[in-house]
């Protein structure tokens, strides 16, 4: 299995998720310049955290227009998987590509901390290394992470089972007290209906490492390039 | 005709505002304890050639719905106005 880090200008949590797949997870990865066309031999975009475009007009709406998008809109039609992390997040719900938005934090704060989260869908390529409503602990880092969606769209996520990640407390008590920038149903992460693209705002490539707090974020990207090995092999059999 | 458009976008008003919450909380303090509904915006201008002031309307009204503003929780106020009467 193939990553690609896309570097927008601004982003600066390229070189984590780099050093979080490539040498921690042992999984081939390259960058990809914002500017690249050509992103057919990688089966995962990651679209790491950061400022792209300075979070000028709002975080991830400049970022959409860059070249690798559209080469990102198509890799992700094709049902190739996609995870935007932080401002990752932010430009894949910009771009349309996940539904609802993120905007201030109803503290208003920067917040840069540990955050309990609960795991809700352990059937995904990105989650099946998961124990059902397994309770990890990510670094979260940003002021724009609130989420939204207006009513009718947070039913249909509810519905679908779309929510991935919830804030919680240690015990995986989903509470209001818990909730760390009043994200609507303490919203952490989800996918869209195809379950081929991931959005989150906490980060997990910061937890991949015993020495860095913990490695429980390993099995998000162990995890999903196992999927893909096991597609593949089954592909050949057939 | 080159046009002057100016834009107002703010969050709906469905979608909390916690700027305009925490402003109107230290207009309070300040005395103005009449003051409510206080919202924060962006306020954008530009200026467009444009065949007549529709034109130019619908052009900007196209770039909020496109970029400027995110309509999932934001709404927009378009004014044209000919550039020769801006001062």
């Known amino acids: 299995m193939k990553f690609g880090v896309v570097q927008f200008p601004g982003s600066n949590c390229d070189a984590d998720c780099y050093h979080a797949i490539g040498h921690v997870t042992g999984q081939e990865v390259r960058f990809v310049w914002h500017e690249e066309t050509e992103i057919g031999d990688l089966d995962c975009i990651v679209l790491p955290g950061g400022f792209s475009y300075g979070d000028y007009l709002r975080c991830g709406a400049v970022a959409r227009f860059s070249p690798v998008m559209e080469a990102i809109q198509v890799h992700a039609a094709e049902g190739k998987f996609v995870i935007g992390i932080c401002n990752g997040f932010q430009v894949l719900t910009e771009a349309g590509l996940l539904p609802g938005a993120l905007y201030r934090n109803d503290h208003l704060k920067f917040v840069c901390k540990p955050q309990f989260l609960c795991v809700e869908r352990t059937d995904l390529p990105f989650t099946h290394f998961y124990a059902a409503r397994q309770v990890v602990d990510f670094p979260i880092a940003h002021g724009e992470g609130r989420y939204y969606a207006d009513a009718d769209t947070l039913a249909e996520l509810e519905r679908n089972g779309q929510v991935v990640f919830r804030y919680c407390d240690a015990q995986g008590n989903v509470t209001p007290e818990a909730n760390p920038n009043g994200s609507l149903n303490n919203i952490a992460g989800i996918c869209n209906a195809g379950g081929n693209v991931l959005g989150m705002m906490p980060h997990p490539e910061r937890r991949c490492e015993r020495l860095l707090g913990g490695s429980d974020g390993k099995k998000l990207f162990k995890g999903l390039a196992e999927s893909l090995r096991v597609l593949e092999i089954s592909k050949g059999l057939r | ?87």
């Open chain 2, 1 to 87: 005709m080159l046009y002057h458009v100016q834009i107002e976008i703010t969050l709906k008003p469905t979608v909390m505002d916690a700027q305009g919450t925490t402003i109107e909380r230290a207009l309070h303090k300040m005395g103005h304890a009449t003051v409510g509904n206080v919202r924060i915006g962006k306020f954008v201008t530009l200026e467009i050639e444009a065949k007549c002031p529709n034109c130019a309307r619908g052009a900007a009204e196209e770039m909020c719905r496109e970029l400027l503003a995110n309509p999932i929780i934001e709404q927009y106020h378009v004014a044209v106005v000919e550039s020769e009467a801006v001062v």
